[in-house]
């Protein structure tokens, strides 16, 4: 089954928002490498390089299923960014958003009976839930224990594989 034209458009414009996400996490880890946190920026390349890594996935399951795939411009991102807290908080929402991003998708493939469809981006469904658990962690560690935890977890997210 070949891909319709509209999941077809839905899988551009999540291959364009994936590198726009990757771009997102290695503007933050910018940020961190300037304050010194390297842990963090350690983190934030490595988010960086899933979401390189989920462009990729998309991009040769839509050219698998004979979609027309072109690469577009990618949206300049933030660049200014406040405490640690606010830029976690800012990559739990975002994940939100990327969340709902690939819901719409499962719609559109469950209009057009694309079960093949349908059943690959189930796994985007179940990466967001991990993706939003972990920013919400992050998240609800740097509240509960204030900032003061920074220098902790800026060691602990340093050793992310
Ligand atoms: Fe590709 Fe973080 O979602």
């Not at 890594?53 to 991009?59: E, G, L, P, V």
Request: charged residues 30%.
């Amino acid at each position: 089954m070949v891909l319709s034209q509209k999941l077809a458009s839905a899988f551009n414009e999540q291959v364009n928002a994936e590198m726009w996400s990757s771009n997102l996490y290695l503007s933050m880890a910018v940020h961190f490498k300037k304050v010194g946190l390297n842990g963090f920026a350690h983190w934030m390349e490595k988010q960086a390089e899933e979401e390189m890594d989920h462009a990729r996935k998309m991009i040769d399951y839509a050219i698998d299923r004979g979609g027309d795939i072109t690469i577009g411009q990618v949206n300049v991102v933030p660049t200014a960014w406040g405490s640690v807290t606010e830029v976690f908080e800012h990559v739990y929402k975002h994940e939100c958003y990327v969340s709902e991003l690939i819901d719409k998708m499962v719609g559109i493939a469950k209009e057009d009976k694309d079960y093949a469809s349908e059943d690959f981006l189930y796994g985007f469904v179940r990466e967001q839930v991990e993706e939003e658990a972990t920013a919400k962690t992050i998240v609800d560690q740097l509240k509960n224990y204030g900032e003061c935890h920074v220098g902790i977890l800026d060691h602990r997210l340093g050793k992310r594989d």
